[in-house]
T-cell receptor, first 115, second 112 residues
């Protein structure tokens, strides 16, 4: 299994509070991604990173920001959480070279509830 | 844009039954195709993949063939087990830095 951890694994917060989710990898992969999973929508890309301090928006980026100051860490921040951001959040990584650059590996997920 | 459509669930089967989960895609190029599986309470695991037309991916008794002519990548298993109960996602992606495009997932329940 790819070395990907997410913290926290579960969080309950209130509307309007800031929340930061962390993804940590030990694989030294260049690319990292944040997805959210919601019933009836599958997984949707929020933001991704293609290197330290290099990030870009995904399909559902509104209300989210990201930062990557080290190869191994990718942070997702909800500046002011809303109930519509209640979801399960998954981090993923992929290689930048070699025969498996098409494959993404996923972390265990963070279940976030915004009351 | 690129998209993936998979059959809606839930799918309920008896143990040892034959499984097919349909997946079709639309793509502007020549993507790799994937099946991911999500067991209850866990993240997504790569189940199998195929990188070009007519390739067959296989793992744990599951198979899927990349059919360019029908733009399909149907997942099959000859004899399912209770432990196969999970949500299955079909996805496509190109080599390099491109996002995965997922289908909405199909929940499979296998009963003894």
């Amino acid at each position: 299994d790819a070395g990907i951890t997410q913290s926290p694994r579960h969080k309950v917060t209130e509307t309007g509070t800031p929340v930061t989710l962390r993804c940590h990898q030990t694989e030294n992969h260049r690319y990292m991604y944040w997805y959210r999973q919601d019933p009836g929508h599958g997984l949707r890309l929020i933001h991704y990173s293609y290197g330290v301090k290099d990030t870009d928006k995904g399909e559902v980026s509104d209300g989210y920001s990201v930062s990557r100051s080290k190869t191994e860490d990718f942070l997702l921040t909800l500046e002011s959480a809303t109930s519509s951001q209640t979801s399960v959040y998954f981090c993923a990584i992929s290689e930048s070279a070699g025969s498996n650059t098409d494959t993404q590996y996923f972390g265990p997920g963070t279940r976030l509830t915004v009351l | 844009g690129d998209s993936v459509t998979q059959m809606e669930g839930p799918v309920t089967l008896s143990e040892e039954a034959f499984l097919t989960i349909n997946c079709t895609y639309t793509a502007t190029g020549y993507p790799s195709l994937f099946w991911y599986v999500q067991y209850p309470g866990e993240g997504l695991q790569l189940l199998l993949k195929a990188t070009k037309a007519d390739d067959k991916g296989s793992n744990k008794g599951f198979e899927a063939t990349y059919r360019k002519e029908t733009t399909s990548f149907h997942l099959e298993k000859g004899s399912v087990q209770v432990s196969d109960s999970a949500v299955y996602f079909c996805a496509l992606r190109y080599m390099g830095n491109t996002p995965l495009v997922f289908g909405k997932g199909t929940r499979l329940s296998v009963i003894a």
